[in-house]
């Protein structure tokens, strides 16, 4: 490994006046130098022998990644997703998974070793220098983007990922409520920290993933277009979250890229780099690399033509004193921001705005794709400027302005950039439609027990709200349903049932929620909040049979509804039917069952009186899942069903525990703490229970009345 000399004047580069000498930027395998003596003097950039490396690297992390995704397929529960997003989960729910430690231990390597993860472990950092590779094949070497207050993006977006929630829940929300201030829209769901609890092993492995009509358009985003928008690792410099943590944390890190007494300023340690790092200028101003923007690559150690770069362990770059003078720095050759400073200010609010607008854009766009969408927007919105202001202007390879005069690529260029602010422009009018019918529906103070009950009439200031926030929600649908947005998402759906029915309007209400069922599966809440609506109209035991009938063949999946099916057609003297309706369920306790299936199948066993074998199932079952709540709560029912009311509270108590946002269980405890009189205990839990529920958002009523499934 090269070690760093004391720095002569080999090292120190060659000068002129004081100033550094700008070294030519050589294409791999390209030449400098011109001829002496009627021979050329080539200069040739060897090919890097760490990118082969690198490439295996990154390929078996593909690979690794596959095999995940097969075994879960094959085995229906698998390791939680290893993935750095995750981490979000543990720090607002407490569930500590896989991506949680995979990101602690990607932190605490960078703190070590500075951004080898990024450089060895990322899959888009491989889609970025694949498209870079191609680029360069086709004759496109993508110059980067050189911008100051930009390059905060990538930070504020960490910020905004993984440690506003935090401040939010610990901070700001103790301070209004401690104040007597109320709660604003964006604060009324913070809820407190449940507690760490892991988490490891899940069954819905996708579920915090895209479908792949969305991944592949992500990909795209931020693998290809940010590279040929922005430059190499374009999306890593501008709105990577991750690397919002990464670039900081590599400037308190000992790992660097190092240089000994055999560097001769060639320069082809900077044309090698794929991230834009400056290395032979670096390398003699500080004898390292101190750039947070190096990745740890190594390409620019492995084409040094006198292996004179190495990684070594040195002084963190906020406290390395630089080799070089002030005079010498301040004329060294160092790009400068493309944008002035005023362009540098309102490029800045552009790039938030236009993620702020593209984020859920046709309920489908996730927060990484908005972030790489909108800084190819602010790219080409600030491109778009120069076009019109200056007489020659060029992007990557194309001559968009000459002269004064506007090329044809010119015309195609300003054109995209007007249609993607254009669509970046409605797609932010359908969200703030959104919003405010969001804020107004949050406003609405009558409980769901008042809507759903008969007799019911909207109170003046309620139906108002309602009904403004069901225009908004309107104007923010589908040209084809009298707005000029798109369709609507399960969940708003479902609020403009809500809405509805705070107005007064059932079948307008079931009308939406209907929708809201052919929009996405139901869970069985849901479903009895339909049979509800429909009592409410008039429909009677019959009816509500129809109806748990047909969403069970739509989706056998509800075993509350498959229950209540059961009873109706228990107390109708349909016995052979109500076993035939419960028998998928009760299949689920003879073999090995997960979670899921072990309550649900208990529940059948209760159901149908074989309380001693529902408490077999899931006892054997919390031995293997000790920690989930719903197994310990469902074991306290089968105990309080037989009499043991002293084993039902402790499992109770440990559900509570395992799940403390759950104002059922603690409504639960609650009861069974009066039981066995202690009043205390009761007032407490029952405090909590209500706590809760005040906190929970109103949705649907969870209960079907007499013909919902029974306790």
């Not at 939406?512 to 996405?520: E, G, I, K, T, V």
């Not at 089968?638 to 039902?648: E, I, L, Q, S």
């Not at 969870?702 to 499934?709: I, L, S, V």
């Amino acid at each position: 490994m090269a070690q760093t000399g004391s720095g002569n004047a080999a090292a120190e580069g060659r000068t002129c006046g004081g100033g550094t000498i700008s070294l030519p930027v050589l294409a791999p395998g390209g030449r400098a130098g011109g001829r002496a003596g009627g021979k050329s003097s080539p200069n040739l950039v060897r090919k890097s022998r760490m990118g082969r490396w690198r490439a295996i690297v990154l390929i078996a992390v593909h690979v690794i990644i596959a095999a995940h995704i097969i075994q879960w397929l094959v085995t229906g529960m698998t390791l939680s997703p290893v993935e750095p997003s995750e981490s979000m989960y543990t720090l607002e729910t407490g569930a500590i998974n896989a991506g949680f430690v995979m990101f602690a231990l990607a932190i605490l390597s960078t703190v070590l070793f500075g951004r080898f993860f990024c450089g060895w472990a990322c899959h888009v950092v491989a889609l970025q220098d694949l498209c870079g590779s191609w680029m360069q094949k086709l004759g496109v070497r993508p110059r980067p983007w050189r911008t100051r207050l930009p390059l905060y993006w990538a930070t504020l977006l960490a910020l905004y990922m993984f440690v506003w929630p935090t401040v939010l829940r610990e901070a700001v929300v103790p301070i209004l409520d401690a104040t007597g201030t109320a709660r604003p829209t964006w604060a009324q769901d913070a809820a407190p920290f449940p507690g760490l609890r892991p988490e490891f092993m899940v069954e819905d492995f996708w579920r915090t993933f895209p479908p792949w009509y969305i991944a592949i358009p992500f990909l795209a985003v931020c693998g290809f277009a940010t590279v040929y928008f922005l430059g190499n690792k374009g999306f890593c410099t501008y709105a990577c979250p991750y690397g919002g943590f990464f670039a900081p944390l590599d400037k308190i890190s000992v790992g660097k890229i190092v240089v000994s007494d055999a560097c001769n300023q060639c320069g082809h340690c900077t044309t090698a780099c794929s991230s834009n790092v400056r290395v032979h200028q670096e390398v003699k101003d500080y004898g390292m690399v101190v750039d947070p923007g190096c990745m740890k690559c190594l390409d620019c150690v492995s084409v040094c033509p006198n292996d004179a770069l190495g990684f070594g362990f040195r002084t963190p770059s906020l406290l390395a004193p630089a080799r070089t003078s002030p005079e010498v720095r301040a004329k060294a050759s160092r790009p400068r921001s493309d944008l002035s400073w005023v362009e540098e200010a309102w490029v800045f609010v552009l790039g938030i705005a236009l993620f702020v607008a593209f984020r859920q854009f046709l309920n489908m766009v996730p927060l990484l794709m908005a972030a790489g969408i909108a800084i190819i927007g602010a790219f080409g919105v600030w491109k778009l400027t120069r076009l019109l202001r200056d007489p020659n202007v060029t992007f990557q390879n194309l001559q968009l302005k000459l002269k004064g005069r506007l090329r044809p690529a010119g015309m195609v260029f300003g054109a995209g950039v007007l249609v993607l602010t254009g669509v970046g422009a409605w797609s932010g009018a359908v969200r703030f439609f959104r919003w405010r019918a969001d804020t107004l529906d949050r406003a609405i103070v009558t409980p769901f027990e008042l809507v759903y009950s008969p007799g019911y009439a909207p109170a003046p200031e309620d139906k108002a709200n309602a009904e403004r926030a069901l225009a908004l929600y309107g104007r923010s649908l589908a040209p084809s349903e009298g707005g000029f947005g798109w369709g609507p998402t399960p969940d708003m759906a479902i609020r403009m049932s809500w809405l509805s029915s705070v107005a007064g309007d059932l079948p307008r209400a079931e009308a939406h929620l209907r929708r809201a069922f052919s929009l996405a599966p139901p869970g069985d809440d849901l479903v009895f909040g339909l049979a509800r609506m429909r009592a409410l109209q008039g429909d009677g035991p019959e009816q509500a049979l129809e109806l748990y009938q047909d969403m069970l063949a739509k989706h056998p999946s509800l075993h509350q509804v498959r229950l209540a099916t059961a009873q109706l057609l228990g107390s109708a003297g349909r016995l052979q039917e109500a076993g035939d309706v419960l028998g998928p369920m009760y299949e689920a306790t003879r073999r090995r069952p997960t979670p899921q299936q072990a309550t649900a199948g208990a529940e059948i066993l209760i159901a149908l009186g074989r309380t001693q074998e529902a408490i077999r199932v899931l006892e054997a079952q919390r031995t293997r899942s000790p920690k989930v709540a719903m197994v310990r709560a469902m074991l306290a029912r089968g105990y309080y069903v037989t009499g043991r009311k002293d084993d039902a509270l402790a499992e109770l108590v440990a559900a509570t525990e395992h799940d403390e946002q759950n104002p059922v269980m603690w409504s639960m405890l609650s009861g069974l703490f009066s039981e066995l009189g202690r009043p205390v205990e009761a007032a407490q839990a029952a405090r909590r229970a209500e706590d809760l529920a005040r906190q929970a958002r109103p949705v649907l009523p969870p209960g079907a009345g007499a013909e919902g499934p029974g306790s």
